[in-house]
């Protein structure tokens, strides 16, 4: 398949083309379904998605993530990219697909945190609960911890140390998300994890896991996703993006 035509035909961005021809050379097979996907056509793309009045707009955002954060299913156009077309944010978006938030390389989300601009005013941080780190049964989900030492190498130090680099770097509202359910114990897990680690820093906690408007019929299962854990364009446009905003309108109001 001619992937460079099908980009021209989707109305891909440009500069998201060379990190998809990329993605396209580790998993072909996977790539080829997200450009040939219903909800990937050029109707539902962030081009030809119009800006609207929010309550949002020139508010600086940062988003730290992985391959939901990044748009791997969706040909790069994720939830921030339709966050900035309709509600004008500016948004620091530091999303590598495959990564971990455990420190286990220097891609995981642990490193690229200094990446985002340290001097910026931040509205509010965005954090992405990794479907990666329950995929690699080497990582450990851990323990919250009782002081203020966190073991990188798991999952709870990680989501600790970033939290606590938010406060002291920004001192911004978080917004922790979670994928909608699929089929892993250890995701699970890492969900339950999560809920008890919001009672000790009180951040949002966005749990799509347990939200029954992502248990999507057959139909618009099809439309949405190009697999359990991947949305496409439209599963973005149509319904993650609304999520989104209005969790975001919440947070930077009650802040």
Same mark, same amino acid.
């Given at each position: 398949?001619?992937?460079?035509?099908?980009?021209?035909?989707?109305?891909?961005?440009?500069?998201?083309?060379?990190?998809?021809?990329? #993605?396209?050379?580790?998993?072909?097979?996977?790539? &080829?379904?997200?450009?040939?996907?219903?909800?990937?056509?050029?109707?539902?793309?962030?081009?030809?998605?119009?800006?609207?009045?929010?309550? #949002?707009?020139?508010? *600086?955002?940062?988003?730290?993530?992985?391959?939901?954060?990044?748009?791997?299913?969706?040909?790069? =156009?994720?939830?921030?990219?339709?966050?900035?077309? &309709?509600?004008? !944010?500016? +948004?620091?978006?530091?999303?590598? /697909?495959?990564?971990?938030?455990?420190?286990?390389?220097?891609?995981?989300? @642990?490193?690229?945190?200094?990446?985002?601009?340290?001097?910026? %005013?931040? /509205?509010?941080?965005?954090? *992405?609960?990794? $479907?990666?780190?329950?995929?690699?049964? *080497?990582?450990? !989900?851990?323990?919250?911890?009782?002081?203020? %030492?966190?073991? !990188? $190498?798991?999952?709870?130090? +990680?989501?600790?140390?970033?939290? =606590?680099? @938010?406060? %002291?770097?920004?001192?911004?509202?978080?917004?922790?998300?979670?994928?909608? %359910?699929?089929? /892993?114990?250890?995701?699970?897990?890492?969900?339950?994890?999560?809920? *008890?680690?919001?009672?000790?820093?009180?951040?949002?906690? #966005?749990? #799509?896991?347990? =939200?029954?408007?992502?248990?999507?019929?057959?139909?618009?299962?099809?439309?949405?996703? !190009? =697999?359990?854990?991947?949305?496409?364009?439209?599963?973005?446009?149509?319904?993650?993006?609304?999520?989104?905003?209005?969790?975001?309108?919440?947070?930077?109001?009650?802040?």
């Amino acid at each position: 398949m001619n992937f460079l035509e099908k980009f021209d035909d989707l109305q891909v961005p440009e500069e998201n083309i060379p990190e998809l021809l990329e #993605l396209a050379g580790q998993n072909p097979e996977f790539f &080829e379904k997200v450009v040939t996907a219903e909800g990937n056509s050029s109707k539902y793309s962030v081009a030809k998605t119009k800006r609207k009045a929010s309550d #949002l707009v020139n508010r *600086q955002i940062a988003f730290l993530g992985s391959s939901v954060t990044y748009g791997a299913g969706s040909l790069g =156009d994720s939830f921030v990219d339709y966050l900035v077309k &309709e509600d004008g !944010i500016f +948004a620091f978006k530091e999303a590598v /697909s495959g990564t971990t938030l455990a420190e286990i390389n220097d891609g995981s989300y @642990v490193t690229r945190l200094e990446k985002l601009p340290v001097l910026e %005013k931040i /509205s509010a941080f965005v954090l *992405q609960l990794s $479907t990666n780190d329950a995929r690699n049964e *080497q990582i450990g !989900i851990g323990k919250i911890s009782d002081n203020d %030492k966190y073991d !990188i $190498t798991t999952v709870a130090g +990680a989501i600790e140390y970033i939290l =606590d680099y @938010v406060k %002291k770097t920004w001192n911004c509202p978080v917004i922790l998300f979670s994928n909608p %359910k699929f089929d /892993s114990e250890r995701y699970e897990q890492m969900v339950e994890m999560a809920k *008890q680690l919001q009672k000790k820093w009180h951040f949002t906690f #966005l749990n #799509l896991y347990d =939200d029954s408007k992502f248990d999507y019929s057959e139909k618009d299962y099809k439309l949405y996703m !190009i =697999d359990p854990i991947h949305p496409t364009r439209a599963g973005y446009k149509l319904s993650w993006t609304h999520t989104f905003e209005e969790t975001l309108n919440k947070v930077i109001e009650d802040q």
